[in-house]
Each structure stands twice: as C-alpha cells, then as structure tokens.
C-alpha cells in the first residue's frame, strides 16, 4: 500500500487584485468604437493638413504685396535721337496699357526736356557746354548715320514718310498720357542746365528718386 500523501492547495496573497472580466462588446458597439477612432485619426491629419494649407495661404498672400507694382521706370541717359525715341515709344506704349510710366533724365538725356537755351548769367564752363549740347530735342543727332548731321533730317524725312510721329511729338504725347518726367538735379549742375531751361510740367529730383520708383517697378529701363 501506497502512503496517501496529501496535497497543499496554493496559498493565494490578500494583496492581489482582482481584476473584473472585460465584457464582450456587441456588434454595434464595436462598430460605434471604430468610427470614433477613425473619426480622431482623420480629424488629428485634416488638421495637420489645414495647417500647412493656411500658411501657404499666408506666403502667397505675402508674396503678392511683396510684388512690384504695374509700373515702367526708365532711365533716358543718351541725347541720341533713335535712343530718346526708343525712351519714348516704350514709355507711350507702357502708359497706353494702363501702367504707371516715369523717366528720370540724367546727363544727355536732359536734352530731351529743353524748351530753350540760355547763356546769359552762366559761368564760362557752362556757356560752353550749352554750346556744345543740342539746343533742342528737334536737334539731336543719331547714334548710326549721322553724317555730318544730314542723318537726322534724313531719318525724319523718312518717318515723315511712313507716318511716324517725331520725337518732339512723342515728347507730347508722352505728356499728354500721363509719364511723369523727372530732371536730376546733379546732371543739371553739372550740365549747367537750369529750370527755366527745360519744359513745364517737370519734376526734380536725385537718384533715391530713381530708385524708389525703378524698387517698385516690374519694368526697369536703361536707354
């Protein structure tokens, strides 16, 4: 005969917990419990997605503030006929299409606004330059074919020809479409060329004069 051994139930401690059973969810509840996580992940990307759209938003919307303004600003430089004309057929065009169009005159160009020439009450110096300088914009020569100055009168004779109008008429018209016209102050010193000199209806000014305008440009022209 076997001993009978005896068998020592596992003492189990007061101190563990008992956890409830999870009760089964239902079908619908289960569906209800997906949707709401679906709902939380598409709500957690969308905003996401929102965010980054809005600050393309900003940027676009600050970048065009930032864009220059409908405006021509050109820089008439040369005393040249066929540059000045150059100058302003861009500039009749320019106003024509509806935009804001300036010329800032500087050194020989200012030739383009002179109505007369005096030397009366001028320094030795600038009695020569006036002497030297076309008195008027009528009498500029050409940058090509000037010989000897018949290729203006040559070149007007043919524009005259094929109905284009002269210089001293785009002047005008110029005017008459609104481009503003701006003098530098420095190349009249320099020039010798003083206010009662040049055309009505002209403004002065200096290179930040230029420059604030040609800064808010989307066309800047040197001629």
């Known amino acids: 005969l076997k001993p009978a051994t005896s068998r020592?139930?596992?003492l189990k401690s007061s101190t563990q917990s008992k956890e409830p059973p999870v009760a089964a969810l239902d079908?619908?509840?289960l569906a209800e419990l997906v949707d709401e996580c679906v709902r939380r992940q598409l709500d957690e990307r969308l905003g996401a997605v929102e965010a980054r759209i809005d600050e393309a938003l900003g940027a676009a919307r600050a970048a065009q503030g930032a864009a220059p303004a409908d405006r021509c600003t050109i820089?008439?430089?040369s005393n040249d006929m066929d540059k000045l004309l150059a100058s302003f057929v861009i500039a009749t065009g320019a106003a024509a299409m509806g935009m804001?169009?300036?010329i800032f005159f500087t050194f020989w160009g200012l030739v383009a606004l002179k109505r007369k020439t005096t030397f009366k009450g001028k320094p030795l110096t600038d009695k020569m330059i006036a002497a030297?300088?076309?008195s008027l914009p009528s009498r500029v020569g050409t940058?090509?074919?000037n010989m000897l100055g018949i290729g203006p009168e040559f070149f007007k004779h043919v524009m005259r020809?094929?109905?284009?109008?002269?210089?001293?008429e785009l002047i005008d018209l110029a005017e008459e479409l609104?481009?503003?016209?701006?003098?530098?102050?420095m190349s009249m010193r320099v020039m010798g060329i003083t206010a009662e000199e040049l055309r009505d209806g002209v403004e002065f000014g200096g290179a930040a004069t230029y420059l604030q305008d040609a800064a808010d440009s989307r066309v800047t022209l040197f001629i």
């Open 8 to 10: 020592k139930r596992p």
């Open 75 to 77: 820089v008439a430089f």
């Open 27 to 29: 079908a619908p509840e």
């Open 132 to 134: 030297m300088l076309p």
């Open 161 to 168: 020809g094929k109905n284009v109008e002269s210089l001293p």
């Open 100 to 102: 804001q169009v300036s």
């Open 143 to 145: 940058s090509k074919l």
């Open 178 to 185: 609104g481009v503003r016209f701006v003098a530098c102050e």
